[in-house]
Every structure is written in structure tokens, then in C-alpha cells.
């Protein structure tokens, strides 16, 4: 068990409505990271974060935003959904903050844009 | 960042077959690693390798980092219903990503007893 907790597990939003994933860890994990998972594109990295206040973007950071003002939350915020933005969302912890650490996943968020 | 081509995409197999599977780099990698993915959940770690040239099995699962650095290979003997998934490579994005990885795009793995 990875100690990660997403919330909430499926949302179904309107285009245009701010929504906000929340990824929760319980061991104090100082790297973790928001993925989005897409049929044909395999896992893709979107932001991530190195310690309080640290954060910094990944591949298809565009339209969205993170936070992390505790070391076991973080945050994932669309500003404004769109139907683009229909997808899996998974949060990731490395245990050990390295290069060649692997990463633990969630079990995801289902985030619907109507 | 690293292209990772993952192949096949998908495979449909009976109960008691092997399966092999590989994933390749557009440059070299010192890690490889390989997830599965069941339906509805997140992806876990199989088999981590550290080592060019390294062999290393969890069960029915063997996977191999290949000399070249670019590229490792996945099998799974003996293949049963519970094998169902998708399965990922994965590899360090390189300096300045906070320890990231790169994902495959999968291969989408059905048993049929």
C-alpha cells in the first residue's frame, strides 16, 4: 500500500466550472507528482512538486495549476475545465527522491468535462 | 524528453501462453522499470532494473534491461486470467524533472481461459 489517498475517486463537471483533485499521502514523502492517463498516450506528467511550496510543470501543464502548502497534500486545480481535460488523473509519491527511484501510484480520479 | 516505444499494443492470448513485450529509448537509460495497470486501478511496480545487461524475475514475469541501454524486455510464462491489464515501461525523464518518469504507452494484455 502505497499511503496515497485521491479525491474525490469520479467527478463529472461542466466546461468552464474550476475543479480541484486532491492527492493525500501518509508518510511524509517529500517528491510527488500529478499524471494524466489517456487511451493512445500512455501516462503523462503534468506538474510536480519537490517540498512545500515547491512545484514545478511537466509535459502538458497547460491549463492547470498545483499547490502544496503541506507536505501531504496536493493540490491539482483546472482554473476552467475543458472537454480536453476529460481524463484519469493519478497522483505519484517517490519513496526514495532519487533518479532511480520508481514512483507509487493512486488509484485515480475520473474527471468528466460535459 | 525520452521517447518511449512500447510494443505491441495490445495482445490477445489463451491461459497458459508466454507473453513478450518490449519497450525501447531514444537514449539511454540507467533504470527501467515495469508497471501493470488493472482496471480501475493505479499502475504498480513489477520489476525495477539497474543494470545494463540485467535479468530479474518476480514470479512468472522476467525482465531483462538490454546492453544497449535502450531498450528491456517483459515475459510472463505460463500466462493466467489474472494477468489482464495493461502493462507500462517506464525510465528517468533526465536533470531537472524532480526524479519523474517517462511511461510507454502500454500493452493492453487479455487471457482468454
Known amino acids: 500500500d502505497a499511503g496515497i489517498t485521491q479525491s474525490p475517486r469520479h467527478k463529472v463537471t461542466e466546461t468552464g466550472t474550476p475543479v480541484t483533485l486532491r492527492c493525500h499521502q501518509t508518510e511524509n514523502h517529500r517528491y510527488m507528482y500529478w499524471y494524466r492517463q489517456d487511451p493512445g498516450h500512455g501516462l503523462r506528467l503534468i506538474h510536480y512538486?519537490?517540498?512545500?511550496?515547491?512545484?514545478d510543470k511537466g509535459e502538458v501543464s497547460d491549463g492547470y495549476s498545483v499547490s502544496r502548502s503541506k507536505t501531504e497534500d496536493f493540490l491539482l486545480t483546472l482554473e476552467s475545465a475543458t472537454s480536453s481535460q476529460t481524463s484519469v488523473y493519478f497522483c505519484?509519491?517517490?519513496?526514495?527522491?532519487?533518479?532511480?527511484?520508481?514512483?507509487?501510484f493512486g488509484n485515480g480520479t475520473r474527471l468528466t468535462v460535459t | 524528453g525520452q521517447q518511449l516505444n512500447q510494443s505491441p499494443q495490445s495482445m490477445f492470448i489463451q491461459e497458459g501462453e508466454d507473453v513478450s513485450m518490449n519497450c525501447t529509448s531514444s537514449?539511454?537509460?540507467?533504470?527501467w522499470l515495469w508497471y501493470k495497470q488493472d482496471p480501475g486501478e493505479g499502475p504498480v511496480l513489477l520489476i525495477a532494473?539497474?543494470?545494463?545487461?540485467e535479468l530479474t524475475s518476480n514470479g512468472r514475469l522476467t525482465a531483462q534491461f538490454g546492453i544497449t541501454r535502450k531498450d528491456s524486455f517483459l515475459n510472463i510464462s505460463a500466462s493466467i486470467p489474472s494477468d489482464v491489464g495493461i502493462y507500462f515501461c517506464a525510465g528517468p525523464r533526465g536533470y531537472g524533472s524532480g526524479y519523474a518518469l517517462n511511461f510507454g504507452k502500454g500493452t493492453s494484455l487479455l487471457v482468454t481461459p
Open positions: 532494473l539497474y543494470k545494463a545487461g
Open positions: 505519484a509519491i517517490s519513496y526514495r527522491g532519487e533518479g532511480n527511484s520508481p514512483l507509487h
Open positions: 512538486s519537490y517540498g512545500v511550496k515547491d512545484t
Open positions: 537514449s539511454i537509460f540507467n533504470t
